[in-house]
């Protein structure tokens, strides 16, 4: 029997969310997270090593994403009805196991199916930050869930440069068996010390899932956040996955290079503990206009990036981290006040729909690029926030959850 200190019930608060279990909390979900991430900079290394087409090679990242949101509609809700650590550990385990296949695949289609399986099972992050709202006070969940998440996106950020360079120096293998390692020792570390957490909702499974319609049914501010970091993540995914290929095609640059430029990029994460500050203090309405602005004009320099060279695609991937990330903090923060027992599934549905949207954008990829090259890819890639922003200033403002 867990003691007191250790346990979280549906509607008891018993432990006290410390700096050291905020940073736990933070470090973890960015570890967990780079799992999406570290085949994305290096598919064109991948590809020829297993005989892979090109455009079989892009639906790598694609079918990693599509397993995620596949993990976020089927097992996230479980959040608000399983004990959480378990449920977290239980994902973990599957995917230690599917990393370390994957180091060993010689197979495309094997190596396609790991990829959905790795997707699938690194839905443990989206596990950990309903966990941290639920242990943060009203007055500081904004702040609190920012910073966690600045944790995440530095783990989405900087897996790209780390798979880039580990992947130069020993080859694309070795980056899933470190990944399968450093999972392994972050799953024992969370299961020594994360809180349990027995969610007071009773319902059947079926019923659960169930319950998601009525929710999207129900709650405009749901729907229309998740429209909008969908959008802003179409155009994030569509980004992060051709660039590394106009880098390596058009300017000749290593793996090593292409890392550095991704580490540029990883400054935006710096926006989430700030939008979360925002969030708080009541500014969410003109915190969101900004960053769906910021999303669209970040693509100015990368249309004309010729003009410029790299550095043009430096400001654009800098800024349009920034956006990015703020506005999913923001959605966050106001669907998280929309109703605290159903804070799982709400975050289900939410990162469900920014992962469908990412899917789709990193699909985009090559045929944009083989078709049109860097010139049609960012066209495509700003339309997406562009669409978001003036939905947002038309109808959305007047739909925001509080603020101003």
């Not at 596949?70 to 995917?95: C, H, Q, W, Y």
């Not at 400001?315 to 990015?324: M, N, S, W």
């Not at 944009?368 to 038309?394: D, K, N, Q, R, S």
């Amino acid at each position: 029997m867990s003691s007191p200190a250790s346990t979280l019930g549906g509607s008891q608060q018993a432990i006290k969310l410390t700096q050291g279990l905020i940073a736990l909390f933070a470090f973890s979900c960015g570890a967990i997270v780079a799992n999406l991430y570290y085949a994305q900079p290096i598919t064109e290394l991948i590809g020829p090593s297993l005989l892979m087409s090109a455009g079989s090679a892009s639906l790598i990242v694609s079918l990693t994403q599509i397993g995620y949101a596949l993990g976020l509609f089927f097992i996230v809700p479980l959040g608000d009805l399983l004990e959480n650590r378990k449920l977290m550990i239980t994902t973990a385990l599957v995917s230690i196991a599917s990393l370390a296949a994957a180091s060993l695949a010689h197979s495309p289609g094997w190596f396609l199916a790991l990829s959905l399986l790795i997707g699938f099972s690194s839905v443990a992050v989206q596990i950990l930050v309903p966990l941290a709202a639920h242990l943060a006070p009203d007055h500081a969940r904004g702040r609190i869930v920012g910073t966690i998440m600045s944790g995440l996106l530095l783990g989405i950020l900087l897996s790209r440069p780390l798979s880039s360079l580990v992947a130069d120096h020993f080859g694309w293998r070795f980056v899933f068996a470190a990944a399968a390692a450093l999972m392994a020792l972050v799953t024992a570390v969370l299961a020594l010390t994360i809180p349990r957490r027995q969610p007071g909702h009773q319902a059947a499974y079926f019923e659960l899932i169930g319950s998601l319609v009525q929710l999207i049914r129900t709650m405009p501010v749901l729907r229309h956040r998740a429209l909008y970091q969908g959008l802003v993540f179409a155009s994030f995914s569509l980004f992060w996955t051709a660039v590394p290929i106009e880098l390596t095609r058009h300017y000749g640059l290593s793996q090593s290079a292409i890392a550095l430029f991704a580490l540029v990029g990883a400054i935006g994460a710096t926006s989430a503990p700030v939008a979360g500050r925002l969030a708080d203090a009541g500014h969410s309405v003109r915190a969101t206009i900004v960053a769906l602005a910021a999303a669209t004009l970040a693509y100015t320099p990368a249309l004309v990036h010729p003009a410029f060279g790299v550095y043009g695609l430096v400001v654009t991937g800098i800024v349009l981290d920034f956006a990015t990330q703020m506005n999913m903090v923001l959605g966050q923060r106001e669907i998280y006040a929309l109703h605290a027992a159903s804070r799982g599934r709400l975050n289900a549905l939410y990162m469900t729909s920014i992962f469908v949207g990412g899917a789709f954008g990193s699909a985009l990829a090559s045929p944009l690029y083989e078709h049109g090259g860097w010139t049609l890819v960012a066209g495509v890639a700003l339309a997406f926030p562009l669409i978001a922003f003036v939905h947002y200033w038309f109808i959305g403002r007047a739909r925001a959850h509080g603020g101003t």
